[in-house]
């Protein structure tokens, strides 16, 4: 019964270039949701996508972020021109499409080091 | 906005210790809260939670109550065991069609030695 599915685990980009980060959701699971946790802080929500959709982005940064979750394949959060500030715990979760509030499924996480 | 404030960690206890981990919360309204583990190399999952005051979660010995007069809830395990051992999440979503958006602590590194 797998997880939700992080890859890579660990990431290691210069500055300026770009970083891309894949989640595969539980099986049966439709939504998709994307937390940050940087440095010696708490998760934050960045952005909730349904197939082929953005529901949510409301915690993205306007700007070199960016999310999608096609009709086949993983959901694939990018960070452009990375800065050091992008160095971060990136977490994917996933639910079903009816989910008990708040109950989401997480992946192990994605550790983005930017030199 | 909505915040949660978690007990600095880490935390080392000896097997069948007490434990304790403190969080309190601000929030408006009426959020629903939680408490998240994550094991060594796995991601993070719901241990367990309360949706209005009073409400106890409750799950694999682990406890919480919903305080509201204190906006607090501390998790408690009258006896640890080694497997305990991991990192321990406050969240709280603020109960309306947002459910999604969770808000949560730093995170508790617990230890717990044989």
């Known amino acids: 019964n797998a997880g939700v599915m992080q890859n890579p685990r660990h990431l290691v980009r210069r500055r300026g270039q770009e970083a891309r980060l894949r989640c595969s959701p539980m099986?049966?699971?439709?939504?998709v949701y994307w937390y940050r946790q940087l440095p010696e802080e708490g998760l934050k929500f960045m952005v909730y996508?349904?197939?082929?959709?953005?529901?949510?982005e409301s915690g993205m940064p306007k700007e070199r972020f960016s999310a999608e979750f096609p009709k086949e394949g993983p959901s694939i959060l990018r960070i452009q021109q990375v800065v050091r500030g992008d160095s971060a715990a990136y977490f994917c979760?996933?639910?079903?499409?009816?989910?008990?509030?708040?109950?989401?499924?997480f992946g192990e996480g994605s550790r983005l080091t930017v030199l | 906005g909505d915040s949660v404030t978690q007990m600095e960690g880490p935390v080392t206890l000896s097997e069948e210790a007490f434990l304790t981990i403190n969080c309190t919360y601000t929030?408006?309204?009426?959020?629903?809260l939680f408490w998240y583990v994550q094991y060594p190399g796995e991601g993070l999952q719901l241990l367990l939670k309360?949706?209005?005051?009073?409400d106890k979660g409750s799950n694999k010995g682990f406890e919480a109550t919903y305080r509201k007069e204190t906006t607090s809830f501390h998790l408690e395990k009258g006896s640890v065991q080694v497997s305990d051992s991991a990192v321990y999440f406050c969240?709280?979503?603020?109960?309306?069609?947002?459910?999604?958006?969770?808000?949560f602590g730093k995170g508790t590194l617990l230890t717990v030695n044989p």
């Open positions: 979760a996933s639910s079903p499409p009816r989910t008990s509030g708040g109950e989401l499924f």
């Open positions: 099986k049966g699971h439709s939504h």
């Open positions: 996508l349904q197939k082929e959709n953005i529901i949510d």
């Open positions: 929030a408006t309204g009426y959020p629903s």
């Open positions: 309360a949706t209005k005051a009073d």
């Open positions: 969240a709280l979503s603020d109960g309306g069609g947002s459910n999604y958006k969770l808000t």
